[in-house]
Structure formats: C-alpha cells, structure tokens
C-alpha cells in the first residue's frame, strides 16, 4: 500500500485525530485503470456533499488533485481510497474551530475476484445484523462502519460474494460494501437510501445511466419479499463496476436481459470515461499516464 | 498529552488501523486520582465485554495493566483513555484472521469545569439528531461516535453543557457524554440502553449504588414529557461524576434530595476505591504511587 496522509508520504495517522478517535469521517473508494481514476468528478462531488452534511471542511479539489496524481502514476490499475477525516481537536465530541482537517489517500492492489462471478454472477445471503435508522447520516460514506463489519462476520464461507442487510425495520437496504437492484416485470427497482445506507457512486451512475436509455425504474421501500420475487437481482460498487446475482439464501435468480443490458451500459460509460481521461478532456486527468 | 501504543510512546497509528478505517474498537474513559484509575475493575469488565460483543479479541489485563501503571504514574490527576481497535488487516470489512488489536492508552488533564455545576447544577437542552436503533451495538462504547458529534454541534453557548438525545423512535435515551437519570416521586429511573445507547460504567455504580441503598429503581423507555415532569434530573459519567440538572429547556428543576444523596454515596464509593488502591488492597494498584 502507498499512502499519502496531508500530502506527505507516510502510513502515520495521529492517534488524537478524531478519525480514529470517533470514526468522525468520510470516504469514497475509486477504481484506477490505466492511471486514470475512474468517474473522478462524481466521487469528488460525494466527498464534497458527505463532508457538508458531516459538518467538515472540505478540502477541495485543487487540495486532493495532486495527490491522486502521484498515486494513480506510482500504481496505473488499482483501488484508490480517500479519507478526509476531521482531524486533530476539539473538547470531546465538539468540533475544532478551525478544523484542520486530515486527508489521507491509499493505493491498494484490485481485490482478486475471479472472472466468472461477472458471467454467471454471484451467491449471496441475507444478514441478521441490521442498520439502524439514522437520516441524518442516510446516504453518507462515513467512516462510522461497525454495523457492516457485524454483519461480514455473519459468515465466512468463500462462496457467498455479499450479504443484504435490512433496515430496523425490514427493509432491503443494501449490501456490507455494496448497492442492490431488481428488475421486476421489466422495472428496476432500487432501495432508497433516505433512512440508512450509502448512496454509492456506482448506484448513482447506474440509475442515471438506467434511466438515459428509458429503463422504468423506482426507488422505494423494498421488502425482503420482494427481493425473493425479483426477475433479476444484482449489486453494484465502484470497485466491482456490477455483479449479477445467482443466488439468495433459497431463491435462485438468472441473469436476465435488463441486468445484462445495464452492465453494457456501465461498461461503456467506464470505457468512455477512461478514453476522455486519457484524451485529456477531463481536467483531472491531463497530466496523467496514458498507458 | 502521553500515550501509549502497544506499550510503546507514540503518537503515531497506522492509517491501515481498523480503527482509522472503519471507528472498528472500542474504548473507556477513567478518572485517574492520586494516581489511581478509579473503578478500574469495572471498567477492564466493560472493556471485556465489549470486546466479546464487537467479535475483538480482548487484550487482557496482563496486557493493559502494566501500560496503566505506566501512565498513571506519569500524571496523578487527569482522564485516561483505554482504546481498543481491532488491528491492522482483513479483507474490506471482514475480519482479519487472526486478530492483532492495537491497545492505545493516552492520558488527558481533567476538564476545566466551574465548581458551582456539582452544586447549582447544569443546564441541558433536547437535541434534535437522533439515535439510531440497532440493539447488536447498544450499550457498547464504541469508536463509532458520529451520531453524538453531529449533536454535539447543535450548540455553541458554553453554559449548556449537554444536549439529550433521544432515539428514532423519540425516547430519551442518554446525553452526547454521559447517562440520564431522572427521580419522579422518590422512584429513580433512567432509560433502558438494550436499543441505542452507551451503558456507561458511572451508570452502573449509580443504579447499583442506589439499589444497595434501597432507593426505587426503574430502568424503563422514558418519554420527553416524562423528562419535564420529572422531581430532578442529573447526569453521570466517569470523569464529571454526577451533575444534577437545574434546567432542561424550558424546564428548571431544583436539586432534590434523592439526587444529593446518591451524589454523597458516590463520592463515598469513590474514596473507599481510591483508599483501597493506595492501601493495595486493589490488583492493580499495589505498585501505583500513593500520594
């Protein structure tokens, strides 16, 4: 791992910083490819709307830029997270005034999934342990995240990809590190992520892209018998762009023509992406690598 | 500020930490005096018990003793802090296999506050951010502190010195900081934390403290009105002890005597501890400095 914390090469993060005091954070999860860091302007902007609704400065761009430059050249095909966390200070759970905020970026290698899961998609389980109903932090990416690391220990076998996680009250909300969509009677359907939950980046840029081509789609309330009664299931990160799902606990689903569809779609909108960067018509990007 | 990380003085936690990433530990604050944790006992039982419910493995006391020692004999008055986070590792949330936990202990100056908040009483105010409901993390004090910051900075005057908050379905639960308890004709009751909230360990000797004295006891939902019809309210946490409340919004309270009488039994409780460790009849502290 290559890191950078306030722009310095280190893996040092001070032991007052209130990231690691409270968790008093947020944070996005980008894929590299070719050097190029894809959907740049659309994880920036969650950073930038997540530390508002936190109550954090935001670093802004001209700040976290040349980071990414130096790590997206040391590594050209990754996963690069960004931290901004609030920093040192403050009496207790008060906030510093002035916050100095503490931004820290890391390059990790691409998890090693194997191909298959793309094609014939993936298993997954539904978890006992639950999200707690909270609007105020509904949608953010903080670094508060205890409730999906309960609910990955749930299991340990190999086989299942994912576990969906209901809301205190029932609902189908999301999966531990990722989004769920389903396809009924030809409409896609996605939780809203109004009550808890994280409005992943790749989740935004699948309904946008669902609903350039004319795809009917609903964002509601989903129940676990819905998801049970679905066409089509499947997840979406930034990470692992879209992965159909085969399996539900008892239920098995096949790949169906809208899920296949979307992920053409979503393949090209990256391809697209990655040509623009590359082309240097995003400003980002310019004086990046091209491979 | 002096720290300890994994026995060793630094300030520095590796950003890779789960801690950092994910606010994945858990941690208590203890009152030190003369040199003495106060009810350490109780809280290394806390500590424990969190551990066990978040999946962390528990350092042991073998393991934190000697780094309390250390720092308790560095400064003989202030507030030490106990973290726990569950190491450096693991696939995304997952757990890492094994566990390595990073111990963190740091020692703070007590607060500066005004000796007339013990005996006038403070004032408090109901706080609009909510508590999230999810029974798997409540009572647990964990490093997930983001709901209580984003309550914390509902106000700035400095002569309120606690917000309530009450949880998503709109009961009292506890303050940012500390417990609630409120007296309604000579029935003490505090909030039941099995939904949200942090069982704190001043809770624990108050409601013990109380019931071997035999005053009423009644851990129960509490509802804001319940709050405003209270005889008195007061606070407790380890650091301020017990804070009666002289006002709650638009409510005053006088001091009554319930409350006066479980503030003397613990301060009694408190220096029967503290006598007990100087005189080494305590585990920990035989090997303390006695003033």
Redesign the interface.
Known sequence: ?T?L?NGQPT??????????????GTFTTIAVRQGVPLFWALHLARLERDCQR??ISFPGSECLEPDVRTLCMTQLEGVLKI?I??GIGG?????PQPQRVTR?L?MHPL?EYPPELWKVGVEIRVCG??????P??AGIK????????????EWAADEIREGIMLD?EGYVTEG??SNVFLVKDGTLHTPKIDR?GVAGVMRGITIATAQENGVDFVESRVTLEELYAADEVFLTNCVIGLWPVHRCEHRTYGIGPITEEIDRWLRTKAESELAAACNGRSGLSSSLPVS
């Open positions: 791992m890191a914390v893996r040092c993060v001070d032991l007052a910083d209130r990231g690691f005091q409270y968790g008093d936190l109550l931290q966390s609030r009496r207790g759970y008060r906030l820290v890391s998890p342990s639950r999200l707690g109903i909270n105020r932090l903080h670094m508060n995240r205890l409730e999906q690391i309960l609910a990955r220990a205190a531990t590190m808890c």
